[in-house]
Nanobody, 127 residues
Framework: QVHLEDAGGGSVKAGTSLRLSCAFS????????MGWFRQAPGNEREFVAA????????LYADSVKGRFTISKNSAENTAYLHMYSLKPEDTAIYYC????????????????????WGQGTQVTVSS
């Protein structure tokens, strides 16, 4: 059974950076495309970023494009979300997710397409 462990959240000032990690276990890491989503209080879960199984194709929400970077490290079985120039509106619980795909270059922004989810890590950005 695949298990995802989110970590790296915290309380930071606007303009600073954080790196979230998602440790993957219980399966073959390169068989899964990864995604990051977030949910702020009173809001629905929204897409942040996604990366394909092996080709490195990425997709970002417009709100984070140019500020966030998603990556996969197959040696560590870990996905990362590097967040730069954080804004108060980035405050949310961040969740990583994993999905299988038949093609190596598939990326998805749809939460329903992901099978496995981490428990979430809180990011709070103050002005």
């Amino acid at each position: 059974q695949v298990h995802l462990e989110d970590a790296g959240g915290g309380s930071v000032k606007a303009g600073t950076s954080l790196r979230l990690s998602c440790a993957f276990s219980g399966g073959y890491f390169l068989a899964y495309a990864m995604g990051w989503f977030r949910q702020a209080p009173g809001n629905e879960r929204e897409f942040v970023a996604a990366i394909s199984r092996t080709t490195g194709d990425t997709l970002y929400a417009d709100s984070v494009k140019g500020r966030f970077t998603i990556s996969k490290n197959s040696a560590e079985n870990t996905a990362y979300l590097h967040m730069y120039s954080l804004k108060p509106e980035d405050t949310a619980i961040y969740y990583c997710a994993a999905r299988t795909s038949q093609r190596n270059n598939i990326v998805s922004s749809t939460p329903e397409s992901y099978t496995y989810w981490g428990q979430g890590t809180q990011v709070t950005v103050s002005s």
